[in-house]
């Protein structure tokens, strides 16, 4: 096991919900249904910007493996209650690959 993969065995532990974004319905957003994933929690305020090229302030980003099927913008994500439990929206996703491979890549979601 390389040393990226026991650093993702202890990142990627608190169990996230998530609601993509499937579109827009007659009268409100439209919301798979949710499912769990296991992500890393930050919570910290930050400057983003959105998707339209908005700033916007981000209040938590949730890491997750690189592997992660992609969260649209707007989709809604349910922190644990050890975060307060919560319910977001997501304002930016990224992608990073470290490249040395001495950290595990990593797929995020910044949200209000």
């Avoid at 096991?1 to 827009?24: C, T």
């Avoid at 929690?41 to 400057?47: A, G, V």
């Avoid at 989709?75 to 307060?84: A, D, I, K, M, Y």
Wanted: hydrophobic residues 40%.
């Amino acid at each position: 096991m390389s040393v990226a993969d026991q650093i993702a065995k202890v990142w990627f532990v608190w169990p996230v919900s998530v609601q993509r974004h499937a579109g827009e319905g007659p009268y409100e957003p439209a919301f798979d249904p949710a499912v769990t994933v296991l992500g890393k929690i930050t919570t910290k305020r930050k400057l983003v910007k959105a998707a339209d090229g908005s700033e916007a302030i981000s209040e938590a980003r949730v890491s997750l493996p690189v592997g992660t099927a992609l969260i649209p913008v707007d989709s809604l994500v349910t922190l644990p209650p050890e975060f307060g439990g919560r319910t977001a929206q997501v304002l930016a996703d990224q992608l990073h690959h470290d490249g040395s491979g001495l950290t595990p890549n990593f797929y995020s979601i910044d949200l209000t």
